[in-house]
């Protein structure tokens, strides 16, 4: 039996991070200069190696602190990548992962050990491997979850208005949405609470703030509502 894995050829196991993010307009990608390539146009996921010692999960954790300082997101596996060369260095698996960040959570707490830059999904330069398949992938599985279940709050302030969050759900689908369609169908989920806040600066009246109810949003409702492009126009 121990000869039998002996014999085997041993492989290197990756683990690389879809990271999206939200700046009020557009949906955003975080990628990272690593110096795998010497084209200084290739960029790439972040990512980083499997221990012996660890596990999957805590490995991509653990891998997304370092490389942004933040814990606590919302982290979801979501494909295994093994072509047997699409590292041309080294016979690597890769364990592809999607993370949902408020950009200014990162630019508060961003490491300047790596040279990272969000990029608009519109205006994606060129990817190191197979990271462009995993990154198409990713926001197929977004706009699913985003459809299914209310993960695009990860994406947003701790407050902010129905007009914000109506951005951010076109931004994920790519497409526009019908306002008091959009209004109708957030307020009822009950997902929401009104603050007494306004947000200034739009508007002469000003938008009120929401936030959400944090004990609902656990639940993580099986049917949301249906933001699909083609229901919500």
């Not at 462009?132 to 208005?161: C, D, N």
């Not at 656990?218 to 933001?227: C, D, E, I, R, V």
Request: charged share 25%; aromatic share 12%; hydrophobic share 35%.
């Amino acid at each position: 039996m121990v000869e039998q894995y002996q014999a085997q050829i041993k492989c290197l196991v990756a683990l690389d991070s879809i990271i999206f993010g939200f700046d009020g307009e557009e949906l955003k990608l975080l990628l990272v200069k690593r110096g795998v390539e010497d084209d200084g146009s290739t960029w790439s996921l972040m990512g980083g190696w499997l221990r012996p010692d660890e596990g999957l999960e805590e490995a991509a954790n653990r891998i997304l602190f370092e490389l942004t300082g933040l814990t606590d997101i919302y982290l979801e596996q979501l494909y295994t990548f093994g072509a047997p060369h699409r590292d041309r260095v080294e016979r690597t698996v890769a364990v592809s992962y999607f993370a949902l960040i408020n950009v200014t959570d990162y630019q508060e707490r961003v490491s300047h050990t790596y040279e990272a830059h969000w990029f608009s999904m519109h205006e994606l330069p060129r990817l190191l491997f197979d990271h462009g398949q995993m990154v198409e992938q990713a926001i197929e599985r977004l706009r699913y979850k985003a459809s299914q279940h209310p993960i695009g709050f990860e994406l947003l302030p701790e407050k902010f208005t129905i007009p914000q969050l109506q951005k951010l759900y076109e931004a994920i689908f790519d497409a526009p949405l019908d306002k008091r369609n959009f209004s109708r169908k957030i307020l009822s989920t009950n997902l929401l609470e009104k603050l007494d806040e306004k947000q200034r600066g739009y508007s002469k009246k000003g938008a009120y703030l929401y936030k959400v109810n944090e004990e609902k949003y656990q639940k993580q409702f099986n049917t949301f509502l249906n933001f699909l492009p083609n229901g919500g126009t």
